[in-house]
């Protein structure tokens, strides 16, 4: 099992940028792919990000390819989101995602991941 924790979320001006970081507790970290969703209020979560196990390979949502980075620290049980040229639609509580069983490289699926943090809220001001 294991346990995660967003940080760094706030308000931002569009255009400006924010990073977020993921904690997972635990001493299998690197068992589990990684992804970043949001939830605006109204809407369905949405996927955001996705870094396989070693960290190889990333796959974004097409909303926010070029603007978005996730990477992961194995060593130290971190995975990040870097958000640059945010938008207002880019507003929403950002969840992270950690799953194992069912996924064999990668998983754009919100279902497919077991354990999940609290979320943190990114507003973006027009």
């Known amino acids: 099992q294991v346990q995660l924790v967003e940080s760094g979320g706030g308000l931002v001006q569009a255009g400006g940028s924010l990073r977020l970081s993921c904690a997972a507790s635990g001493r299998t970290f690197s068992r589990y792919v990684m992804g970043w969703f949001r939830q605006a209020p109204g809407r369905e979560r949405d996927f955001v990000a996705t870094?396989?196990?070693?960290?190889?390979?990333?796959y974004y949502a097409d909303s926010v390819k070029g603007r978005f980075t996730i990477s992961r620290d194995n060593a130290k049980n971190t995975v990040d989101l870097e958000m640059n040229s945010l938008k207002p639609e880019d507003t929403a509580v950002y969840y992270c995602a950690a799953g194992d069983r069912g996924i064999y490289y990668y998983s754009l699926i919100a279902h497919e991941y077991a354990y999940w943090g609290q979320g943190t809220q990114v507003t973006v001001s027009s």
């Open positions: 870094i396989t196990r070693s960290g190889g390979n990333t």
